[in-house]
């Protein structure tokens, strides 16, 4: 009966999920499962066998960050480091989702992620700048 939060950080090494509460409430412990943005700590490893699960390690693609990465480093949407892993993943299942999001529709989307260095203004700003680039890129 571990948690998937302790299995990938453990036993698979990928220590880029990190535990913030261990209670399901701040979102720092967010991977996907099978495409879908749950808290590991809530998770039984077991529940999890022959899933797809995307850690914050799997974001990047070929050595080059995210967007989302790339808008959170240049507009001071990460700080300490601890909220980052969870708020950089449901950023992108927001962005996936909906690629032209209003802020109120960021806001709902990271509700479930708690900061406690930014108060919260650059992390939108940065999600809502890696909305922009997608949708430039697509032009």
């Known amino acids: 009966m571990a948690r998937l939060l302790d299995v990938l950080r453990q036993q698979a090494g990928l220590t880029g999920t990190k535990e913030g509460c261990g209670e399901g409430e701040c979102g720092a412990c967010a991977v996907r499962i099978d ?3 749950v808290n590991s700590c809530l998770v039984p490893a077991a529940h999890a066998a022959n899933a797809s699960i995307q850690t914050i390690e799997g974001v990047a693609a070929r050595g080059d960050l995210h ?19 969870g708020m950089v993943l449901a ?17 709902a989307a990271l509700a479930g992620n708690l900061c406690r260095c930014t ?3 650059r992390i939108f700003e940065s999600v809502l700048e890696a909305a922009r680039r997608i949708s430039a890129s697509r032009l």
């Open 35 to 37: 495409g879908e943005l």
């Open 67 to 85: 967007v989302v990465q790339e808008a959170f480093l240049e507009h001071g949407g990460a700080q300490c480091g601890i909220c980052t892993p």
């Open 91 to 107: 950023a992108v299942d927001l962005l996936e989702r909906f690629p032209h999001p209003t802020e109120a529709q960021v806001r």
């Open 119 to 121: 108060g919260y203004m």
